[in-house]
């Protein structure tokens, strides 16, 4: 049985919605007979269209935030609505920074649990069942709220397919207010940094080289961002030469990095250790380098080179550089 109504938490960001939100909205498409989105920026009838195209038959705008954080004032517009309006039977934030602080906020609001790192939702007798991946994707758990609505869920990037809506809506704007936001709202955002790159995003791109310690010296990673390049793909790494400062966090795969969803996944030096798996096997084809037969990463490798990755990366971008 589906559910009733579905609120999902929509960032933007340079003008364009978040593919994690675009995500949450094709699920919640399917999980209820209405799809609602939330969101915030300074220009509310340029949302309506991104958001229309994924299924929301309304939006709510909580106005331009004038350089603040939007977690405290989000999470007070949500509230505010919830109060007005009645409670939505779910609500869907995706796993970024200011989701999260979203979510948290939310919580203390509405004084209702928040489910987090949820990876699948199933529409179960009325009410929606969690999935959740656990230590480090070893094990599955599955959650359902038992209180009242709205139940809450955090759920984690490229969990879901993004596939806009067989017929678009024009979702009415409506705006929600806050209300006073007293201490709490007194944070600004003084600065933004960007990271800088050339090719797609990482957790966007088609296709992902990544490199792990077994390229010997950071020197070597310079191998990882030709490869990327010649095949029009993103970087990637394992926490372990992130650790080593080798290239920055923003390159990081895994449990606690970015789960990407190439087609094609290619794992350089990289043991396949769970942390890092858990960030990459939904790849559609995983090819794996390593010098040692016996290294995990193989386990769900489609293509498997047994070699040195000294020796096989050069002559891969040879090969590349040839047919280009
Ligand atoms: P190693 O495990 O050291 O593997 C290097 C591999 O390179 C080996 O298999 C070796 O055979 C091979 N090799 C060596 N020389 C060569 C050569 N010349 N040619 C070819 N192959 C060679 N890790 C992540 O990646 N992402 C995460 O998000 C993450 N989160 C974590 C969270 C927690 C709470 C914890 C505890 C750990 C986390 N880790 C994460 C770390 C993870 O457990 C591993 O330590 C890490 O993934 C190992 O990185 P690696 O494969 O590059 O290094």
């Not at 919640?28 to 300074?42: I, K, N, P, Y």
């Given at each position: 049985?589906?559910?009733?109504?579905?609120?999902?938490v929509a960032e933007f960001f340079a003008g364009a919605p978040l593919?994690a939100s675009?995500?949450?909205?094709?699920?919640?498409?399917?999980?209820?007979?209405?799809?609602?989105?939330v969101t915030w920026g300074d220009d509310p009838?340029s949302v309506?269209?991104?958001?229309?195209?994924?299924?929301?038959?309304?939006?709510?705008h909580a106005g331009e935030l004038g350089g603040k954080l939007p977690g405290v004032p989000v999470a007070a517009a949500i509230?505010?609505?919830?109060?007005?309006?009645?409670?939505?039977?779910?609500?869907?934030i995706p796993t970024t920074y200011d989701g999260r602080d979203i979510a948290g906020r939310l919580?203390a609001r509405?004084?209702?649990?928040?489910?987090?790192?949820?990876?699948?939702?199933?529409?179960?007798?009325?009410?929606?069942?969690?999935?959740?991946?656990?230590?480090?994707?070893?094990?599955?758990?599955?959650?359902?709220?038992?209180?009242?609505?709205?139940?809450?869920?955090v759920?984690?990037s490229?969990?879901?397919?993004?596939?806009?809506?067989?017929?678009?809506?024009?979702?009415?704007?409506?705006?929600v207010t806050p209300g006073e936001l007293g201490a709490a709202d007194t944070a600004t955002i003084t600065e933004r940094h960007v990271e800088e790159r050339?090719?797609?995003k990482l957790d966007?791109?088609?296709?992902?080289?990544?490199?792990?310690?077994?390229?010997?010296?950071?020197?070597?990673?310079?191998?990882?961002?030709?490869?990327?390049?010649?095949?029009?793909?993103?970087?990637?790494?394992?926490?372990?030469?992130v650790?080593?400062g080798?290239v920055p966090y923003a390159y990081q795969?895994?449990?606690t990095g970015k789960?990407?969803?190439?087609?094609?996944?290619?794992?350089?030096?990289?043991?396949?250790?769970?942390?890092?798996?858990?960030?990459?096997?939904?790849?559609?084809?995983?090819?794996?380098?390593?010098?040692?037969?016996?290294?995990?990463?193989?386990?769900?490798?489609?293509?498997?080179?047994?070699?040195?990755?000294?020796?096989?990366?050069?002559?891969?971008?040879?090969?590349?550089?040839?047919?280009?």
């Amino acid at each position: 049985m589906a559910l009733n109504r579905i609120l999902v938490v929509a960032e933007f960001f340079a003008g364009a919605p978040l593919a994690a939100s675009l995500e949450l909205l094709t699920k919640a498409r399917q999980l209820a007979d209405t799809v609602e989105a939330v969101t915030w920026g300074d220009d509310p009838q340029s949302v309506a269209a991104p958001l229309g195209a994924y299924g929301a038959r309304r939006v709510y705008h909580a106005g331009e935030l004038g350089g603040k954080l939007p977690g405290v004032p989000v999470a007070a517009a949500i509230a505010a609505l919830v109060q007005s309006d009645g409670a939505p039977d779910a609500i869907l934030i995706p796993t970024t920074y200011d989701g999260r602080d979203i979510a948290g906020r939310l919580s203390a609001r509405l004084d209702r649990s928040v489910l987090t790192n949820v990876v699948d939702l199933v529409a179960d007798d009325g009410a929606l069942v969690s999935e959740h991946a656990i230590f480090g994707g070893t094990e599955i758990l599955n959650a359902r709220f038992t209180g009242p609505a709205p139940a809450i869920f955090v759920v984690r990037s490229k969990s879901f397919a993004a596939e806009e809506a067989d017929e678009a809506t024009t979702p009415e704007v409506i705006a929600v207010t806050p209300g006073e936001l007293g201490a709490a709202d007194t944070a600004t955002i003084t600065e933004r940094h960007v990271e800088e790159r050339t090719g797609p995003k990482l957790d966007e791109a088609a296709v992902v080289v990544s490199g792990g310690r077994g390229l010997g010296e950071a020197g070597r990673y310079q191998l990882i961002e030709e490869l990327a390049r010649l095949l029009h793909g993103a970087p990637g790494a394992s926490r372990a030469i992130v650790d080593a400062g080798w290239v920055p966090y923003a390159y990081q795969v895994g449990q606690t990095g970015k789960t990407v969803k190439p087609t094609v996944y290619l794992a350089a030096g990289i043991s396949g250790a769970t942390q890092h798996m858990v960030g990459m096997k939904g790849a559609k084809h995983i090819i794996a380098i390593n010098k040692d037969a016996e290294a995990p990463i193989f386990s769900i490798a489609d293509l498997g080179i047994v070699g040195d990755v000294q020796k096989v990366l050069p002559k891969l971008v040879e090969a590349l550089k040839a047919r280009s």
